[in-house]
C-alpha cells in the first residue's frame, strides 16, 4: 500500500519538547504526517538526541559552518530536498528565515509560538504577558511569513493567568497546550494538501 502521509520536517534550536510531542501523535495509524527529520542548527540541542533515539534522520546545521545565511538556508533547504520533505514544523528553531527561503515553502511550513498572537511576539512572552496585566495567555500555531510571528494563526489555545502565576508557572501551563494544538495543527496542514 502507498504511504500517503505527508512528508514533515521538525526545525528545532534546542530541547525539542514540541518535536517530541508531533513524533508521538505521528505514530497514530490514522495520522496524516510522518516525521522523516530533524535539523537543529545548534548542534549541541537535546531534541537532536531525542529524534536520534526515535530512529528519525536528525542533523545539526549550523550556520557557524557557512559564509553567509543564505548559504546556512541553502544548506536547510538542500537536506530538506534530500528527504523529499513536504511540510516543515518549526519547533523553538531560533533563527528568522529569509523570504527567499520561505517561498517555495509558502502554505506548507508552519511554527509554534508561545502567545496569543497578535499579541507579545518575539521572546520572554510569559514575563511580558503577566507585566502588561493580561488575564490570559496561551499559545498559537501559524503560517512563517519573514515577518517574525506574523503569518496568519492556524489555531491557538487560551490559558488563564492567575494572580499568583510567574513567567515559568505559565510558560510549564502554556507548554502543556503546545503540545497539544501543534499535533492538531500540522494535522490540518497535512490533510490540506493535494497529492
Ligand atoms: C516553545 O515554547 C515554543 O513555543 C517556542 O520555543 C519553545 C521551544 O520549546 N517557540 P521546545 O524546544 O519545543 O521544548
Known amino acids: 500500500m502507498t504511504d500517503t502521509r505527508k512528508k514533515t ?7 525539542g519538547s514540541n518535536m ?17 527529520l530533524v535539523i537543529s542548527d545548534n548542534p549541541d540541542a537535546g531534541g537532536l538526541g531525542t529524534a536520534r533515539g526515535e530512529g528519525i534522520p536528525a542533523r545539526a546545521i549550523s550556520r557557524k559552518s557557512y559564509g553567509s ?4 538556508e541553502q544548506a536547510i533547504h538542500d537536506a530538506l530536498e534530500e528527504f523529499g520533505v513536504e511540510i516543515v514544523c518549526l519547533a523553538g528553531f531560533m533563527r528568522l528565515l529569509t523570504g527567499e527561503f520561505l517561498e517555495p ?11 496569543l498572537l497578535p499579541k507579545h511576539k518575539g521572546l520572554d512572552t510569559h514575563a511580558r504577558a503577566i507585566e ?3 488575564s490570559v495567555h496561551g499559545c498559537s500555531v501559524h503560517h512563517v511569513t519573514a515577518g517574525m510571528d506574523e503569518g496568519p ?20 501551563k502554556v507548554l502543556v497546550e503546545e503540545h497539544r494544538i501543534y499535533p492538531l495543527a500540522l494535522e490540518k496542514i497535512a490533510r490540506s494538501i493535494q497529492d
Do not use: F, M
Open 9 to 15: 520536517a521538525v526545525l528545532i534550536s534546542g530541547r
Open 20 to 36: 517530541e510531542a508531533l513524533i508521538r501523535a505521528s505514530k497514530a495509524p490514522d495520522y496524516p504526517a510522518k516525521i522523516v
Open 69 to 72: 545565511k543564505h548559504a546556512h
Open 105 to 115: 515553502w509558502d502554505g506548507r511550513i508552519i511554527n509554534i509560538h508561545p502567545s
Open 132 to 134: 502588561a496585566g493580561d
Open 153 to 172: 494563526v492556524i489555531c491557538q489555545a487560551e490559558v488563564p493567568i492567575l494572580p499568583d502565576d510567574t513567567a515559568d508557572t505559565l510558560a510549564a
